[in-house]
């Protein structure tokens, strides 16, 4: 799923340059399906984009489901390694005093780091005959395709990219733990505290659907809404484990608008044709003493 930050994923077949590779005007399921037309047979298409590809999935605009990367600000960076200032926890069991000097952060000692940035990536089996329905392949990739890349990547920025470019918010080392019991607004709500003790603010929760929905139930949803909390719900957390944190302070998603949309032909399952989409992104982690893991004995 994920590749080094110059891999082949967007270098290899025919490129073809766009109208609109900024996507302002249209979507990428139209550029990639204009793109399409009258290509050979056997030959593999490159579609470039100056983008970050899961950001433009439609859905994202029209229904209040939060991603991951919802959570985190976002930084237009230069494709390369980028440097970013790290202040890893001295004092995180403590509790913070009535003085700067007794509060945790005032023993934080900043350092310069370098982020990594890397290629994450998903192929799709194309359906046969679909090359020539230039409507219904725009669709297709917009709606389909863009949809399994965000699920990628919400997948990588918990768990972590296979090359070790970018950290797993779930497995950071530096971040707290705590234990979830059997009340859910309750432990959240002591969390959301806790998260507070190194000098953040509790801005936002990462659960499983399960969970959400446990919250949507309840009305603790609605509570954690009023007070400035964002949910994202995914699978790619496991039902046990809640993660909350201050995720704008605490790390910044690094977006170089590199991305592209290939044709790769007979690499499917069946042998037929796919359509692979890649982004390439990083991830800059200031404070992992701001995220708390909460898991269920």
């Not at 790290?86 to 310069?112: D, I, K, M, N, Q």
Request: charged letters at 20%.
């Amino acid at each position: 799923m994920q590749g080094a930050a110059a891999g082949p994923a967007v270098e290899q077949g025919v490129r073809v340059t766009l109208a609109d590779p900024g996507l302002r005007t249209r979507s990428p399921g139209e550029e990639f399906a204009w793109a399409m037309g009258g290509v050979p047979a056997a030959e593999d298409r490159v579609v470039p984009f100056r983008a970050h590809l899961p950001a433009v999935f439609p859905l994202f605009a029209t229904r209040p489901r939060y991603a991951v990367r919802h959570l985190l600000k976002s930084a237009s960076v230069p494709d390369r390694r980028v440097p970013y200032v790290h202040e890893p926890p001295a004092r995180t069991r403590a509790a913070a005093g009535t003085s700067y000097r007794s509060t945790p952060e005032g023993a934080f000692v900043p350092r310069l780091e370098q982020a990594e940035l890397t290629d994450l990536t998903v192929s799709v089996p194309l359906p046969r005959g679909l090359l020539d329905e230039p409507a219904l392949l725009a669709s297709f990739v917009d709606y389909r395709v863009l949809v399994r890349l965000s699920v990628v990547e919400n997948e990588t920025l918990l768990h972590g990219s296979e090359d070790k470019a970018i950290p797993g918010l779930l497995t950071l080392p530096e971040s707290r733990q705590g234990r979830l019991g059997a009340n859910l607004a309750e432990d959240l709500t002591g969390a959301a505290a806790e998260v507070e003790e190194t000098g953040g603010s509790c801005d936002g929760i990462v659960v499983h659907p399960f969970t959400y929905w446990e919250l949507v139930k309840t009305g603790t949803l609605d509570l954690l809404a009023r007070a400035g909390v964002t949910i994202s719900r995914t699978r790619m957390i496991p039902r046990d484990r809640v993660l909350l944190g201050d995720f704008r302070a605490a790390a910044t998603l690094l977006v170089p608008d590199v991305a592209a949309l290939a044709l790769r032909r007979g690499v499917g399952p069946d042998g037929g044709d796919v359509v692979q989409a890649t982004t390439r992104v990083g991830l800059a982690v200031h404070l992992p003493q701001h995220f708390l893991l909460l898991t269920r004995d």
